[in-house]
């Protein structure tokens, strides 16, 4: 019999303190290619956490990170990336004095050093976002929601295998949620790119996600389909109250 | 062709040909324009560029003049290898300034007062050291000013002003190829914001090294021409803070990150220095430290008016579009 391949992602046993706060306490969960996960649980379950520890940002006081079988811990978060992680931040961080086709070209030299190639890809990706017309814009001009896609697109063009989406629906309103929940299927279907998000829109986790992994006080809870998940007692006892969705 | 690109073209076509309708004193001043152009260009890339602030940049002037010239006065060797060797020393200078502020994570102005402590003890070794003069300086035995000697760089005005001249033209030429570059595209990301920077898969620690070498080597060839132009060097005017004051403001009037930004702020600020000199002593009068204030005046202006500087805000009245620089 021989060994199956290693899963994209394999988090086991992470854990993180922050002067004796659990932050994160023995979360474990596997994602293999082409899936979409998401990561749910109340404010302050350490979901954000774990993505840093992911992305190279904090270093897990224990526990196991591996991509494809190779590990994480250690690396910086240049190296994670290089490494075909690609990321957003909750609190976005636009280039501000950068146009937004220039804040998606930083992206795209993460894989070519031509910047023709760079840009052809930066406006590719900007039109699959829908901020093809704002590309002169200078970041800093943004609203809130196109600053959330702007991570996105920036995260794309860096052609990660897995892609880290830190709550990029936060804010849209539902007509938008949707195209940008279309926009993920599609590019998982069409690419085969991994997502892990996480997401307190419980709209987009139904619609996007094939897999769910509810946190919470930095402890797993429970993991399962949407549908499985939002009928648990455990996740509607911690998270998503008793009132019926 | 573009707007800019004409612009740029009547600029460098003026100082071509002024020498020939220009008398030397209206030239020495051209020159020192140029020079501030110069080293007001090459501090731009690293805090225009890659946003990291350095306060003694003149360490970096300092290091390639004296080295250069110490090569010259005690071993003869050429001006155009020593320039090797100065702009060796002060990227050197440069990598264990960075090395140190950027692996202990100093940065903004924590990271400035180290440059301005490296500077001002570099000053004092200097002055301290016998061997290159101490405090009672430098000297490069003046040669004939007929020769249009190169290799040692000795000789007529005119040589120093074509130098000069053409060593702007390069460096622009530099800039502006780095800025259209995966490079220059690194160094905005980490001037921008550097978290953001790393997880787009850039080692910000490296880019902002890479930044301080270049500024800190080509700051040095700045350093030599100084040191032949001028054929004398003194610890408290090659490290001075008032000289590293000087070079960084050429390119904060002129528009910091910009590629017009050193040369149009030094076209404005040393013409307007040596204005008011020669204004004050026409009137009779010695008043030491009038340039000074009026550069003090002049950057107070600019902060509470230009923030940006003056090019962006004049590019945009003169209609010259908001797009790439030389594009």
Known sequence: MSPSPPPLLLIEGLVKHFRGLRAVDGVSFRVEAGEIVALIGPNGAGKTTVFNMIAGVFEPDGGRVELEGRSLIGLRPDQVCRAGVGRTFQLVKPFG???VEENVVVGALRWTHEITKARAQAREVLDLLGLADKRRQPARSLTLPDRKCLEVARALATKPKLLLLDEVMAGLRPAETDRMVET???LNRETGLTIVLIEHVMRAVMALS???VVINSGQPVCEGTPEEVVRDPRVLDCYLGEEPL | MSRQAILLGL???????????????????MVVVMYFAYVGQA????????????LGHTIYVGLGAYTAAALFVHFGIPAIFGLFAAAAVAVAAGSIIGALGFRFGVKGVYFALLTIAFAEFTRILFEHFTALGGTGGLFLPVGSRDSFDLIHLRGHPLMFYYLILAMCVGIFLLCRKLLNSRLGYTWLAVREDQDAAAALGINVFRAKLTAV???????????????????????????????SI??????????LGTLFGPILGALILTPLG????????AMGFKAAGIKQLCYGLSLLAIVKFLPEGVWPWLRLRLGLGDGEEGE
């Open chain 1, 97 to 99: 004095n950068l146009s």
């Open chain 1, 184 to 186: 993920f299927r599609r």
């Open chain 1, 210 to 212: 094939q897999r769910v």
């Open chain 2, 11 to 29: 600029l460098l076509a003026a100082f071509v040909v002024a020498p020939a309708f220009a008398g030397p004193y209206l030239l020495s001043v």
């Open chain 2, 43 to 54: 501090w731009n890339i690293m805090m225009g560029f890659a946003g990291q602030l350095s």
């Open chain 2, 213 to 243: 070498m270049l500024s800190a080597g080509l700051t040095a060839l700045g350093g030599v021409f100084f040191a032949f132009y001028y054929n004398n060097l003194f610890p408290n005017q090659a490290f001075g803070m008032n000289r």
């Open chain 2, 246 to 255: 000087e070079i960084i403001l050429a390119p904060i009037v002129g528009g």
């Open chain 2, 274 to 281: 040596e204005g008011i000199t020669a204004a004050t002593e």
